[in-house]
């Protein structure tokens, strides 16, 4: 799977951020390399940890391009 790049790269910038917080303490991505992840791992974490919001409320956040995205490698599943 080929990820979108605003995608990719604002799911490496929210994962990043949550481990210079400490949010990965005592797990595999407290030591994550997230630039060197792939399209689908990158995909996984998107999918299960990132954007999780419902439709209605990505709507009204203007995050549309997250929303069709994130519908686009659900039907790829």
């Known amino acids: 799977m080929k990820l979108d ?4 790269d604002r799911t490496i910038s929210w994962l990043e951020g949550m481990q210079v917080d400490g949010a990965f303490q005592g797990q595999p991505e407290n030591e994550m390399d997230f630039q060197k992840l792939s399209d689908n791992d990158l995909g996984y974490y998107f ?11 990505a709507l009204e956040n203007d995050e549309t391009e997250l929303l069709q995205e994130r519908k686009r490698i659900l039907k790829q599943k």
């Open 47 to 57: 999918i299960e940890w990132y954007f999780t919001e419902d439709d209605q409320t």
């Open 5 to 8: 790049k605003y995608v990719k």
